[in-house]
């Protein structure tokens, strides 16, 4: 769940996604869900003239399950409170599992 | 720092005290409004596809299909219905010999009901640009681009061949051997 609270800290800001299929599609998110589906807006696709069929289309949701990488803005990332809630996380998960 | 969690709501700007001097005086009889947060059922996939029920959408497959039709249905998977679904494929530019531009075609399917897990990604098209035909794309004869479109996916078969098996050489394994994501 850490990943999904950290992503919606992002809404709004604006992210490039890269799919399995190697699209980058950049847009502001605009929503997340548990299984990191993701609804971007105002898209606009790099390398675009490879890939003719997003050309009519403004806003995408992007099944989690094809998203390689996720491209963040450095300035909206918490770095330490992110490090923290990890460790916090994973000591849960640890102590789950005991 | 210590106890706040992610989803917390980010701390007031420090420096300007509430209702100290210099500040907003309090209003009288009414609590400060709470910090504004989004609602939690905003972030469900249901949420997420409310807003494209009933829209036309282009729809891509994890075969590389591309589906353009108007979503009338869904469920928390993503599985979708698709009513009035036209099926566009396209060929890039140098497929065949002498053919500077890419073309595309599109065919009739009717009603789809695709499962969730081949959905690569969703998108609401824009009206304003929907007849406009890609850049760099022209509209051809069905059966010319079906033609054409076999052909590039052969020559890219051999390719997609060589190159894993040079990955493997080297010890790398693709992260979709076996499977062609386009």
Same mark, same amino acid.
């Given at each position: 769940m850490l990943f999904f609270s950290f992503f919606k800290t992002l809404i709004d800001h604006e992210v490039t996604v890269e799919l399995k299929n190697d699209i980058q599609i950049r847009g502001v998110l605009k929503s997340v869900d548990q299984y990191l589906n993701i609804k971007l807006d105002n898209i606009q696709v790099l390398e675009e003239i490879k890939y003719p069929h997003m050309s009519a289309v403004k806003n995408v949701f992007i099944r989690g399950s094809v998203v390689r990488y996720v491209h963040l803005p450095a300035n909206a990332v918490d770095v330490p409170l992110l490090e923290d809630a990890t460790r916090r996380e994973a000591a849960n998960q640890a102590g789950k599992g005991k | 720092m210590e106890n706040r969690s992610i989803s917390d709501p980010p701390p007031p700007p420090t420096g300007m005290p509430h209702g100290g001097p210099g500040g907003m005086p309090p209003v009288l009889g009414r609590p400060p409004p709470p !910090?504004?947060?989004? !609602?939690?059922?905003?972030?469900? /996939?249901?949420?997420?596809?409310?807003?494209?029920?009933?829209?036309? *959408?282009?729809? #891509?497959?994890? =075969?590389?299909?591309?589906?353009?039709?108007? +979503?009338?249905?869904?469920?928390?998977? #993503?599985? +979708?219905?698709?009513?009035? /679904?036209?099926?566009?494929?396209?060929? #890039? !530019?140098?497929? #065949? @010999?002498?053919? @500077?531009?890419?073309? %595309?075609?599109?065919?009739?399917?009717?009603?789809?009901?695709?499962?969730?897990?081949?959905? +690569?990604?969703?998108? &609401?098209? $824009? *009206? =304003?640009? &929907?007849?406009?035909? @890609? @850049?760099? %794309? $022209?509209?051809? &004869?069905?059966?010319?681009?079906?033609?054409?479109?076999?052909?590039?996916?052969?020559? &890219?078969?051999?390719?997609?061949?060589?190159?894993?098996?040079?990955?493997?050489?080297?010890?790398?394994?693709?992260?979709? *051997?076996?499977?062609?994501?386009l």
């Open positions: - | !910090p504004q947060q989004l !609602p939690a059922q905003m972030f469900t /996939t249901a949420a997420q596809l409310l807003d494209l029920t009933d829209k036309k *959408l282009m729809v #891509a497959l994890r =075969d590389g299909r591309k589906l353009l039709g108007i +979503l009338r249905s869904w469920d928390q998977f #993503a599985n +979708l219905v698709l009513q009035s /679904t036209k099926e566009r494929i396209f060929v #890039a !530019p140098g497929t #065949a @010999p002498n053919q @500077p531009r890419g073309l %595309y075609a599109d065919i009739d399917r009717g009603l789809f009901l695709v499962r969730g897990e081949n959905v +690569l990604l969703l998108g &609401e098209i $824009d *009206l =304003d640009k &929907e007849d406009d035909a @890609p @850049p760099g %794309y $022209d509209l051809a &004869e069905v059966e010319l681009v079906q033609n054409l479109a076999k052909q590039r996916k052969q020559q &890219e078969k051999v390719k997609e061949k060589k190159k894993v098996a040079m990955l493997a050489k080297e010890g790398f394994e693709g992260e979709n *051997l076996g499977e062609i994501l």
